[in-house]
């Protein structure tokens, strides 16, 4: 695969990522995060076992016998995260949202050092302290000395709480190397919809749809659940995962873009907090000693 072609891949991932915010956002209005979820991983797993299949052709026995593992990804990965996206989206921006996920790689980059032992170097400390600065000037809106003294917007925390769960859902995926990563996500979203099939069935009946969420939620059953994932994973193999989480940045420039097309402000603070966040983002994906980066599947 030519680089060029590699980087298109690389870039679309992200982008469609950056679609699963604004896209988020609509839906939320006509659904609850737990239908939401529903809705997205059921279309997912439509396609994804016969990709799967088609892609990695893998012993789907041996996949299978590591269901525990599969499915505590499916509560943290699949379901866990989603939820906490999903209501978060009820509360708060599209692009807040999207700033407070950005620095989950470093965080990723930090705990992996804590309980992995994985080794930190400098320049993750310096990341992982920039990328903090970054998100606390976008929570309190450019005036850090009122953080004793502001009421949170419950969205922000939420998405603190997201990315806590994902960054446990990646360290726990380092224990799945031996499992094709297509037909891993593809069991783990299984096993997920079935624990939350309960909880959807008892959610009631939002159907019917407006046109808007229908297609919101086709999209982001398509694209951000399938379409990004192949192409991120395409893009790992061919340049490696710490050259590809450097592409993690453009979720936020794509959903800042998106956002203010779609007539949405953008407040100077947000600007600067989010660059801030960029630079932590990009040291710690520049650390050459931390090796690979889990794969992303949101």
């Known amino acids: 695969m030519n680089k060029r072609k590699v980087y298109l891949f690389l870039v679309l991932a992200n982008l469609f990522w950056a679609g699963n915010y604004i896209f988020g956002k609509l839906v ?26 088609w892609v990695e052709k893998p012993a789907w ?21 989603n939820l906490l996206l999903y209501e978060a989206l009820r509360f708060t921006t599209s692009l807040n949202a999207s700033l407070v996920n950005a620095m989950n790689p470093a965080l990723i980059v930090f705990c992996a050092a804590l309980f992995l032992k994985e080794r930190l170097s400098k320049y993750s400390v310096l990341g992982l302290l920039v990328s903090l600065v970054g998100v606390l000037l976008v929570l309190t809106k450019g005036q850090p000395g009122f953080i004793f003294q502001m009421a949170y917007n419950a969205g922000d925390l939420l998405m603190l709480a ?16 031996g499992i094709p990563p297509i037909a891993a996500i593809a069991v783990s979203a299984l096993l997920g919809l079935l ?37 991120w994973n395409a893009g790992i193999r061919e340049i490696g ?12 420039v794509f ?7 779609m007539g949405n402000g953008i ?27 889990p794969r992303r599947d949101s």
């Open 28 to 53: 939320v209005a006509e659904l609850s995060p737990i239908q939401m979820t529903f809705c997205r991983w059921l279309i997912a797993v439509c396609l994804l076992f016969p990709i799967a299949q």
């Open 61 to 81: 026995k041996a996949v299978w016998k590591n269901w525990p593992l599969l499915l505590l990804m499916g509560l943290l990965g699949v379901i866990g995260y």
């Open 162 to 177: 997201a990315i806590s769960v994902w960054t446990t859902y990646s360290l726990l995926g380092r224990r799945a190397k």
């Open 195 to 231: 624990v939350v099939l309960p909880f959807f069935l008892a959610s009631g009946n939002p159907f019917p749809l407006s046109g808007k969420a229908v297609i919101g939620i086709v999209y982001i059953g398509i694209f951000p659940s399938v379409a990004s994932f192949i192409f």
């Open 241 to 252: 995962a710490s050259r590809s989480s450097i592409y993690m940045n453009l979720i936020t």
């Open 255 to 261: 959903t800042a873009i998106l956002s203010v097309l």
């Open 267 to 293: 407040e100077v603070s947000q600007i600067i907090g989010g660059l801030l966040v960029f630079a932590g983002v990009y040291l710690s994906a520049n650390n050459r000693s931390f090796g690979r980066h």
